[in-house]
T-cell receptor, first 115, second 112 residues
Framework: DAGVIQSPRHEVTEMGQEVTLRCKPI?????LFWYRQTMMRGLELLIY????????DSGMPEDRFSAKMPNASFSTLKIQPSEPRDSAVYFC?????????????FGEGSWLTVV | SQKIEQNSEALNIQEGKTATLTCNYT??????LQWYRQDPGRGPVFLLL?????KEKRKERLKVTFDTTLKQSLFHITASQPADSATYLC???????????FGKGTKLSVKP
């Protein structure tokens, strides 16, 4: 199993630029999650898809953030325009309806620095 | 609002001792709690799940308890080793949805 694959692993960008983070979930998983992790706030759920449909986006901080899942094997999280306070590690995770207790599997994260 | 909290940011113990980490939840009754391990620069990795009707769950040197009266889960690592040093996160689902909310984690350091 390849696991959840995220790209890029590291990104440094200037304030105001558009950032696109990409995720390939584990094959066969029907749920996909985007989390953000910072020292201050820990792991925060941004958005959650089920069968490619956004179910809960209440964690998306503001309109500058958007997420899409055009098919079962690909999702993007976009920040436009980016701001220094968006600097964080962004994790994508996936799970299967067959997973006991909704165990989720995380990617290695995308480390974003906005300067 | 529903909260899940790990009150200790860090825990330092000596190799061979038992590490005990605490997770408390407020304003909801989760059907289950999960524990994850996160190493620096890596994503969290699932360790154990315990359901509300289970008092205790074990996996090798790991033990998790779930006390619905105290609204608390304890995570124990017996005979701890330096390789157990990591951040441990507890998590549970909000309501009936599949999305998990996480505590901020406890960073465990096991000294030789």
């Amino acid at each position: 199993d390849a696991g959840v694959i995220q790209s890029p692993r590291h990104e440094v960008t200037e304030m105001g630029q558009e950032v696109t983070l990409r995720c390939k979930p584990i094959s066969g998983h029907n749920s996909l999650f985007w989390y953000r992790q910072t020292m201050m706030r820990g792991l925060e759920l941004l958005i959650y898809f089920n069968n490619n449909v956004p179910i809960d986006d209440s964690g998306m901080p503001e309109d500058r953030f958007s997420a899409k899942m055009p098919n079962a094997s690909f999702s993007t999280l976009k920040i436009q325009p980016s701001e220094p306070r968006d600097s964080a590690v962004y994790f994508c995770a996936s799970s299967s309806v067959l997973s006991s207790g909704n165990t989720i599997y995380f990617g290695e994260g995308s480390w974003l620095t906005v300067v | 609002s529903q909260k899940i909290e790990q009150n200790s940011e860090a825990l330092n113990i000596q190799e061979g001792k038992t590490a005990t980490l605490t997770c408390n939840y407020t304003n909801y009754s989760p059907a289950y709690l999960q524990w994850y391990r996160q190493d620096p620069g890596r994503g969290p990795v699932f360790l154990l799940l315990i359901r509300e009707n289970e008092k205790e769950k074990r996996k090798e040197r790991l033990k998790v308890t779930f006390d619905t009266t105290l609204k608390q889960s304890l995570f124990h690592i017996t005979a701890s080793q330096p390789a157990d040093s990591a951040t441990y996160l507890c998590a549970s689902s909000r309501g009936s949805q599949g999305n998990l909310i996480f505590g901020k984690g406890t960073k465990l350091s096991v000294k030789p």
